[in-house]
Every structure is written in C-alpha cells, then in structure tokens.
C-alpha cells in the first residue's frame, strides 16, 4: 500500500525508505573511503574493528561492501544477533552458513572452523560480519580470536569484521581481550553525515524516487541536520514526516514553519 503524501508529491516511491537495492546506496566521500579501506583489509584477509554512533551508516557501508566484493572470491555472512553464548552464537553462525548446528559448543565450532578451512581449498575466503559486536557476550568476546587461528596460527584463512559503538574500542583494550584485540590490524570510525551531506543524501533520495526538484528549502536543510546529528536513520525518519505534512498542508516544499510539527510528533525541542 502506497503512502499518500507520494501522489501528492508526485513521487514513485517512498524516498527515505531502507529498501533500497545495495547498488543504488548513496555513501557520502567520506563513508565511500571507508568502504575502500574495508575491501582492501579483506583483499588482504586481515580482520577489521568498524565503529559509529547509531544510525550514522555502518549497515549501509557493509552493503555497499557486500555490493562491491566479487562472489566468486569471498563468502560474506552476515551475523545480526550479538547477545548470544558462545554455543549459540556458533550455532547461529551454522545455520548463516547453511551447516547442520550441532549440540554442544566444541562441536558447533568444529564445523564452523573445518567449513572456513574447505573454503580455503576452494580459493574462497570466508568473511564474516558481526553487527552490534558491542553486545556480545564476554564469554563469546574473549573467544573469537581462536575462530581466527588455523595451521598453528601461520595463515589468515578468514577475515573478521566488528561493527559497533565507539565502545567496542574501548572494550577491546581490556587486557582479557588482548589476544583478539592483537590480531585486528584494520581500524575504521564512520563519522556523522557533514550539513554539506545531509543536503547531498536529500536531494540523491528524492531524485531516485522521480523528483528533480529541491523539495527541501536551505533553512529546512539545516533544520533536519541539527535535529538528526549527522545520522542517516533520523533523518530518514524526519525527511518522511515533512513530506507527510507538506502534502497535509497541499504545499510543493518543505520549508522550516513545517519542521515544529513534525519534532513535536518526534520529541524533539523545536528551536527557533
């Protein structure tokens, strides 16, 4: 079922959406360096710490990555669910990678790690992308850098990407993490979207949905930067409530006396 307020501005489809093909991702300089330096490190088989505030891009960034790496090459699989034990967490990892999940632990990791290694016979190089990797368990945490040792240690059969919060850093530097943390060589930060970007992701979103037009004034530009910080999941989410209330209103663009509606319905603190 369509949204309204699309007739009404004449749209295809809904501009702010998250579904959205990882080929037609729009990444500012910034983050597309970043998508850079991680195919390189995984060209290179070593592992990566990937770290950013909420909602500044990270996921956009791993598809932007999955989208560029040859399938021929690398095997991604992607793991969404940090908060699980050690056991599960394996046994999640065997269903991502379509193995049978075992019942006890030693098992679970058995096949995982004999999978990785038939990988490498077959020239693939498996990587694998954990979300939210500030979550995991310390048990699990203290334990992924054995995923990460084959043949005595003497080969990098499988790169290992964590993704999440500023602390993740920090909690990598505990010293009962120093095993893993010594065999990260890669370390990335995404920083928030620039006002410069805010008005470039505007404008790329409303163009692939059938508007050329600039839709969003200078001031209502500004005005959606501050309100999400630099981040792309607000302000996707506030970008769709002015256009909700520009075609409320019947009128063509969104400009600043339409944003106190919108944060007021957000929480947020209209200012002035």
């Given at each position: 079922?369509?949204?309204?307020y699309?007739g009404?501005l004449g749209?295809?489809?809904?501009p702010f959406?998250?579904?959205i093909a990882?080929?037609?991702?729009?990444?500012?300089?910034?983050k597309?360096?970043v998508?850079?330096?991680?195919c390189?490190?995984?060209?290179?088989h070593?592992?990566?710490l990937?770290?950013?505030d909420?909602?500044v891009?990270?996921?956009c960034?791993?598809?932007?990555?999955?989208?560029?790496?040859p399938?021929?090459?690398?095997?991604?699989t992607y793991?969404h669910?940090a908060?699980?034990g050690?056991r599960?967490f394996?046994?999640q990892?065997?269903?991502?990678?379509g193995l049978s999940?075992?019942a006890?632990?030693a098992a679970v990791f058995?096949?995982?790690?004999?999978h990785?290694?038939?990988?490498?016979k077959e020239?693939i190089?498996?990587?694998f992308?954990i979300d939210?990797a500030h979550?995991?368990?310390p048990?699990?945490?203290?334990h992924?850098?054995?995923?990460l040792n084959?043949?005595?240690?003497s080969?990098?059969l499988?790169?290992l990407?964590l993704v999440g919060?500023?602390?993740?850093k920090?909690?990598?530097?505990?010293?009962?993490?120093?095993?893993?943390?010594?065999?990260?060589h890669?370390?990335?930060h995404i920083?928030?979207?620039t006002?410069?970007d805010?008005?470039?992701y505007l404008r790329?979103r409303?163009k692939r949905?059938g508007?050329d037009?600039?839709?969003f004034?200078?001031?209502?530009?500004?005005?959606?930067?501050?309100a999400?910080?630099?981040g792309?999941?607000?302000l996707?989410?506030?970008?769709?409530?002015?256009?909700r209330?520009?075609?409320r209103k019947?009128?063509?663009?969104?400009?600043?006396d339409?944003?106190?509606?919108v944060f007021d319905r957000?929480g947020?603190?209209?200012?002035?």
């Open positions: 079922m369509s949204e309204p699309l009404a749209l295809k489809a809904a959406s998250k579904e990882d080929a037609d991702l729009w990444l500012p300089t910034s597309a360096d998508v850079d330096e991680l390189e490190a995984v060209s290179e070593a592992s990566v990937l770290t950013g909420p909602g891009g990270k996921t960034v791993l598809r932007a990555v999955r989208a560029r790496l399938e021929a090459g690398y095997r991604l793991c669910n908060t699980l050690r599960d394996y046994r990892l065997c269903l991502a990678l999940p075992k006890t632990a058995y096949s995982v790690s004999t990785v290694q038939d990988l490498g020239r190089h498996p990587v992308l939210e979550l995991l368990h048990e699990m945490l203290g992924l850098h054995i995923l084959y043949e005595w240690d080969r990098a499988l790169s990407i919060l500023p602390e993740l920090d909690q990598l530097q505990l010293r009962r993490y120093r095993s893993l943390q010594s065999r990260i890669w370390r990335l920083d928030p979207l006002p410069e805010t008005a470039e790329y409303m949905a508007c037009r600039d839709v004034t200078h001031d209502a530009v500004a005005m959606l930067h501050e999400a910080t630099g792309m999941r607000d996707d989410r506030l970008a769709t409530g002015c256009l209330e520009a075609a019947k009128r063509k663009l969104v400009e600043r339409l944003l106190p509606r957000d947020l603190e209209y200012v002035r």
